[in-house]
T-cell receptor, first 116, second 113 residues
Framework: DAGVIQSPRHEVTEMGQEVTLRCKPI?????LFWYRQTMMRGLELLIY????????DSGMPEDRFSAKMPNASFSTLKIQPSEPRDSAVYFC??????????????FGPGTRLTVL | KQEVTQIPAALSVPEGENLVLNCSFT??????LQWFRQDPGKGLTSLLL?????REQTSGRLNASLDKSSGRSTLYIAASQPGDSATYLC????????????FGKGTRLSVIA
């Protein structure tokens, strides 16, 4: 398995532009998570899905952020309009419906976003 | 609200040294605790997962312990190698099912050859 795939790996954009980050979870995983990592705040959960349905979006910072999961193999995180304070590394992670030892998440390589 | 703290934020040791990374959490009612490794420019890789009923887990040169009552976990790395250089993150899950992980900010480890 190729693991969790994210694209693009790096994104540089100007303030006010729309940014779309993409994620392909591991096949067969029921849960998908979007995280944001910054030096100041560490790794923060933004939103997660179960069977393509958003379960908890309380970590989404504001209305400029939106996430979708149209099918089991694809999710997007969109920022519109982007601002310099959105600059961070955005991670996608997935996991199967889990109990016990299988209760871990598999992370993608991240997208480093820079908003100028 | 669960909070996870990792001290120190950064650590530099000579190759071959045994070392301990610390993690503390504010709410002792946890479901499990994980230690992750993050290499620069890459995602997180799970190293060890300790269930709330367990005291420790071992994998090779790594040993993670858990003391729920005191809200602490340690990651012990024996005979450190330059390849161990990475950021190590601790994450706590406070319930089963859909409860999300709460991460510490990590300890950045450098092992000097």
């Amino acid at each position: 398995d190729a693991g969790v795939i994210q694209s693009p790996r790096h994104e540089v954009t100007e303030m006010g532009q729309e940014v779309t980050l993409r994620c392909k979870p591991i096949s067969g995983h029921d849960y998908l998570f979007w995280y944001r990592q910054t030096m100041m705040r560490g790794l923060e959960l933004l939103i997660y899905f179960n069977n393509n349905v958003p379960i908890d979006d309380s970590g989404m910072p504001e209305d400029r952020f939106s996430a979708k999961m149209p099918n089991a193999s694809f999710s997007t995180l969109k920022i519109q309009p982007s601002e310099p304070r959105d600059s961070a590394v955005y991670f996608c992670a997935s996991r199967p419906s889990a109990t016990g030892e299988a209760d871990t998440q598999y992370f993608g390589p991240g997208t480093r976003l820079t908003v100028l | 609200k669960q909070e996870v703290t990792q001290i120190p934020a950064a650590l530099s040791v000579p190759e071959g040294e045994n070392l301990v990374l610390n993690c503390s959490f504010t709410d002792s009612a946890i479901y499990n605790l994980q230690w992750f490794r993050q290499d620069p420019g890459k995602g997180l890789t799970s190293l060890l997962l300790i269930q709330s009923s367990q005291r420790e887990q071992t994998s090779g040169r790594l040993n993670a312990s858990l003391d729920k009552s005191s809200g602490r976990s340690t990651l012990y790395i024996a005979a450190s190698q330059p390849g161990d250089s990475a950021t190590y993150l601790c994450a706590v899950k406070s319930g089963s099912g859909n409860t999300p992980l709460v991460f510490g900010k990590g300890t950045r480890l450098s092992v000097i050859a």
